[in-house]
Every structure is written in C-alpha cells, then in structure tokens.
C-alpha cells in the first residue's frame, strides 16, 4: 500500500484534474462510497444464504489444529 504522502499526492492531483472537469471531488468520493456500500454491503452483514446455512455466527470455521495438520 502506498504510504500516506503518495496517498496526499495522489489525492491533490486527482482534486486539480476533477475542478477543470468541473467535478466536485467530495461529491464524486461520496458516490464512490455510496457504490461501494451498495454492491458489498449484503456480503458484509453476511445476508448471503450460503454463509447462514453452512456456519452458525458464533461458531469458528475451523481451527489452527485442524489447519495445520491439513498441511502435512
């Protein structure tokens, strides 16, 4: 992952090319939020079937024990 000064560069630069583009950069950053959200947020809160089906909430997929023999 880049480091947080490449990260303000590359945010300040993408700020100057959106305003001669006429796009408002909070605007834009708030649909790109609004988007993420949307096409994630039922995998998030585990909605999916599959995943109600197969492993309760609390319960753990599996264990160090068992994963680390299955290795050898």
């Known amino acids: 992952m880049a480091g947080r000064k ?3 560069q590359k945010k300040d630069i993408a700020r100057k090319m959106m305003e001669k583009q ?8 708030h ?3 609004t988007k993420y ?7 998030f809160v585990g909605l999916d079937e599959d ?5 309760p909430a609390n319960e753990p997929t ?3 024990t068992e994963a ?5």
């Open 6 to 8: 490449e990260q303000k």
């Open 22 to 29: 006429n796009v408002n950069y909070e605007d834009w950053l």
């Open 31 to 33: 649909e790109q939020h």
């Open 37 to 43: 959200i949307d096409d994630h947020l039922l995998d």
């Open 51 to 55: 995943s109600n089906e197969k492993t």
């Open 62 to 64: 599996s264990s160090r």
């Open 68 to 72: 680390s023999t299955e290795r050898y």
